[in-house]
Nanobody
Framework: QVQLIESGGGLVQAGGSLRLSCAAS?????MGWFRQAPGKEREFVGA????????YYADSVKGRFTISRDNAKNTVYLQMDSLKPEDTAVYYC?????????????????????WGQGTQVTVSS
């Protein structure tokens, strides 16, 4: 069982930036970020392949958010720039335990086997 620990959430003004980190206790393959705002369903934010060469983003964050990873540290990052109040949510890290390919990015919540506890991001207007 792999544990995922997120960090880096907090309160930021609109237009600001935050960087989230997700440290895994073991090896994982495709990794992703999801978020859930109050009263809304959990939504996909973005994903990164095992090799780190491929990423995929939801339209709502494309061009503002960047996912990267350091496999030596078993850590994935979510750099969030130009934050908007509508980005306010609990952000979750997720990991796929199955190897599919070096470039595969898992995009559906059901593809992920491990989930972090979440970290709150609040963007004030």
């Amino acid at each position: 069982q792999v544990q995922l620990i997120e960090s880096g959430g907090g309160l930021v003004q609109a237009g600001g930036s935050l960087r989230l980190s997700c440290a895994a206790s073991g090896r994982t393959y495709s990794m992703g970020w999801f978020r859930q705002a109050p009263g809304k369903e959990r939504e996909f934010v973005g994903a990164i392949s095992w090799s780190g060469t491929n990423t995929y983003y939801a339209d709502s964050v494309k061009g503002r958010f960047t996912i990267s990873r350091d496999n030596a540290k078993n850590t994935v990052y979510l750099q969030m720039d130009s934050l908007k109040p509508e980005d306010t949510a609990v952000y979750y890290c997720a990991a796929d335990r199955a190897y599919r390919s070096n470039t595969y990015t898992a995009r559906g919540a059901r593809e992920y086997d491990y989930w972090g506890q979440g970290t709150q991001v609040t963007v004030s207007s």
